[in-house]
């Protein structure tokens, strides 16, 4: 059975800028995210892509020191200090070769959307990315996995910009659904990551030691493995067995066709459905809900102990 999307208010939009959020979400959305969200085109601001490798990091002050390549129009090459956010510094490591967006403002410089740039896990995410696409081609008007079916593989990054597949977690029950850190409405995405943790909590509390929590971002360009940690710390959560995921936006939108989950841009909104699965060890998928709403005891229920 396919799910339905033909009632608009399955959509909800999900307002992304401060100006559009709702009244009632905006100092949600400011905790969430902590120092990020701010408009993208501040007065006076100004933003490059830059490449680099990290030279060292300064944990303390939240610096990163690069060494990076020239900026054409900006400046050459050279080794400098960059302001970054809390999940980035703690996810960064010396050596380390990244990619993000150089910000100037009011006389500092900081560095956003940091993604690692090693040629391998570039290697890895875009061949997984590519074959991803070819599958759903293949499969046409099957790209759509029913309950029974196995969900696709993926190749993406976790919070702490590690490389994960989907045979990574093979072996375990997964629980799975998509969310993105900016959502300001309380009722979905929020909520959403509110019911996976109870439900961590309560396999936990059951003895279901063979579980994994699988949370992948609706909106990659943003959430960044640094966002993303910085999101899992802001709400506490226990990353030993709740995992956040990101990559390219080509492979996100594969997994949302062959999941039946619908994302619509708009402008600086993402209007999108919730869907939540059980997967079992051999990455079946054996329980669905879609929607917002979903009981923490029902998934509970169909979970095997051991
Ligand atoms: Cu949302």
Redesign the pocket.
């Known amino acids: 059975m396919k799910p339905s999307y033909s009632s608009a208010a399955a959509l909800?939009a999900?307002a992304l800028m401060a100006g559009l959020m709702l009244p009632g979400c905006a100092k949600q959305e400011r905790a969430a995210t902590g120092t990020a969200s701010a408009a993208p085109t501040r007065p006076g601001e100004k933003r490059y892509p830059l490449k680099g490798e990290i030279v060292a990091v300064q944990a303390d002050k939240h610096i990163l020191v690069v060494q990076h390549e020239a900026i054409p129009d900006y400046m050459p090459a050279m080794t400098m200090e960059f302001k970054v956010g809390r999940g980035d510094v703690a996810n960064a490591k010396a050596g380390q070769r990244i990619r993000g967006e150089l910000v100037y403002f009011n006389g500092e410089l900081s560095l956003e959307k940091i993604w690692p740039d090693d040629t391998q896990t570039a290697r890895q995410l875009d061949a997984a990315a590519k074959a991803l696409a070819q599958d759903t081609a293949m499969r046409g008007k099957e790209a759509y996995r029913e309950v029974g079916e196995v969900a696709p593989d993926f190749t993406l990054l976790d919070q702490e910009g590690r490389t994960i597949t989907a045979g990574h977690f093979r072996g375990k029950q997964v629980m799975l659904n998509f969310?993105?850190t900016r959502?300001p409405?309380a009722t979905?995405?929020p909520a959403a990551t509110q019911h996976m943790m109870a439900l961590q909590a309560a396999a936990k509390q059951a003895g279901i030691a063979n579980v994994e929590f699988v949370s992948i971002s609706?909106d990659p360009e943003y959430d960044t493995p640094g966002v993303l940690k910085e999101y899992a710390e802001a709400r506490g959560i226990d990353t030993a067995n709740f995992t956040f995921l990101t990559g390219p936006d080509t492979a996100v939108r594969q997994l949302l066709a062959q999941l039946g989950i619908l994302r619509e841009f708009e402008g600086d909104t993402?209007k999108?459905t919730l869907a939540t699965l059980l997967l079992n060890e051999q990455g079946r998928i054996i329980h669905r809900v879609d929607g917002s709403t979903w009981d923490v005891q029902e998934f509970l229920g169909k979970m095997r102990k051991g």
């Open positions: 909800a999900c969310i993105f959502c409405i979905m995405c609706l993402i999108h």
